[in-house]
C-alpha cells in the first residue's frame, strides 16, 4: 500500500499494481491493438498495391503510430487512465497524487512505451517495474503516474465520515479554489482514521487541519462547531460541486440526501441520532463520539461534548431509594 500524506475528495492510501496483473493487463491490450493493426494493414496493403515503395511505407508507418500509439493514448485520456486490458484486471492510471490523468500524462506513458514496451518486448518495463517500490515503469515516472488497483475488499474501503445534517451546505458559499491537493489528502486521511487515534491526539491534528482550511478558503471555524466535523462538512462541501461538475444538477439533491441519510436520524434539538441507530458510543474524536462501526456521532450546535468522567456523572442517592443526607451544619449564618 502506498501512504500518501497529502482526499478530491477522490482517495489517499493508494494500492499500486503488480506486476503480474499489470502483465495481464499489457497482454490485453496488446493483444487487441496487435488484432486491429493487422486487420488495418491487411487492408492497407490491399488498397495500396498501386502505390510505389516510398508510399506504402509511409502509410504503413502512419498506421502503426496511429494504432499502437495514438489510439492508446486516446483510450487512456477520455476514460481517466482505463484501457481495456486495466478494465478487465481492475486497474487504473492516477496521478502521484491520486487524480485523474489528463492527455499530457497519457503521451508521455505513450511515447515512453514504444521504447521500454514495444522496441524491447517489455524487458525495459518488467526491470523499471521490479526495481522500482511502487511498480512503476519509466513511463509512470516520467509522466508523475502510477498504476492502482481499484478492486479492493469492502470492508478495506476508507470511509469519509459525513457531516452532520445542521452543517449541511453552511460552506456553501466558500471559496475552496486556493485549497492545495496536499492540504485536501491530508485531511481526507484524518477523517478516516479518526477513529484510531487518541482523542487529545485527534483534537490536536483536526484543529491544525482545521486552521489551515480556514486560512486557505476564508470560512472560519465556527465557535459551536467541533474541528472535525468543519473539516467533515468542508470535505463534503466539495465533493457536491465535484459530483455538480461530473453529473449535472441532480447530484446536489443527491449529496445532501446521503449526508442526511448517512448521519442517522435527526432529533428534536437537530442534532444527530447516528449514536442512537448504529450503537454504543466507542469514545470522544475530536468533539463527537465514535460509534461501533465508524460512523461519528457529532454533538449539536452549540453543545458541548459531555466528559467520560466520574466527576461528570450524576449523583448517586443511598441505598434504598432514601434521600441524601444534608451537609453538615457549619454554624454559619448568612447576614439579613
Do not use: N
Amino acid at each position: 500500500m502506498s501512504e500518501l500524506v497529502t482526499g478530491e475528495a477522490v482517495a489517499l492510501e493508494l494500492r499500486p499494481a503488480k506486476l503480474p496483473s499489470r502483465a495481464l493487463a499489457l497482454v490485453i491490450d496488446l493483444a487487441v491493438a496487435w488484432g486491429v493493426y493487422l486487420g488495418v494493414t491487411i487492408g492497407i496493403v490491399a488498397s495500396t498495391a498501386s502505390l510505389d515503395d516510398a508510399a506504402a511505407a509511409a502509410v504503413a508507418v502512419a498506421s502503426f503510430l496511429l494504432i499502437l500509439v495514438g489510439i492508446p493514448i486516446a483510450v487512456e485520456t477520455l476514460s481517466h487512465g482505463r484501457s481495456l486490458g486495466k478494465l478487465a484486471c481492475g486497474l487504473r492510471v492516477v496521478r502521484d497524487d491520486g487524480g485523474p490523468i489528463r492527455f499530457r500524462h497519457a503521451l508521455v506513458r505513450g511515447a515512453m512505451g514504444v521504447v521500454e514496451i514495444l522496441m524491447t518486448f517489455g524487458v525495459v518495463a518488467c526491470i523499471a517495474s521490479l526495481v522500482s517500490a511502487r511498480g512503476r515503469r519509466l513511463g509512470d515516472v516520467f509522466a508523475g503516474t502510477l498504476v492502482v488497483r481499484e478492486r479492493v475488499p469492502a470492508g478495506r474501503a476508507a470511509f469519509v465520515p459525513p457531516p452532520p445534517p445542521w452543517l449541511a451546505g453552511r460552506f456553501a458559499g466558500a471559496d475552496l479554489s486556493a485549497v492545495p491537493e496536499e492540504l485536501w489528502l491530508s485531511i481526507r486521511q484524518y477523517l478516516t482514521r479518526m477513529g484510531q487515534l487518541d482523542p487529545q491526539v485527534g483534537l490536536a491534528v483536526a484543529g491544525r487541519l482545521a486552521g489551515e482550511l480556514a486560512a486557505r478558503t476564508g470560512a472560519s471555524v465556527p465557535p459551536d462547531v467541533p474541528p472535525a466535523a468543519y473539516l467533515a462538512a468542508v470535505v463534503h462541501e466539495r465533493q457536491t460541486r465535484d459530483a455538480q461538475r461530473a453529473f449535472g444538477g441532480a447530484a446536489e439533491a443527491f449529496g445532501a440526501a446521503g449526508a442526511m441519510g448517512a448521519s442517522g436520524a435527526t432529533g428534536a434539538d437537530g442534532a444527530s441520532g447516528a449514536a442512537d441507530a448504529s450503537g454504543a458510543v466507542g469514545g470522544d474524536v475530536a468533539g463527537g463520539g465514535v460509534v461501533g462501526g465508524g460512523q461519528p456521532s457529532w454533538p449539536a450546535p452549540g453543545r458541548a461534548p459531555q466528559p467520560h468522567s466520574p466527576a461528570a456523572a450524576s449523583p448517586v442517592g443511598p441505598p434504598g431509594g432514601g434521600e441524601a443526607p444534608a451537609a453538615p451544619a457549619t454554624g454559619f449564618v448568612p447576614p439579613a
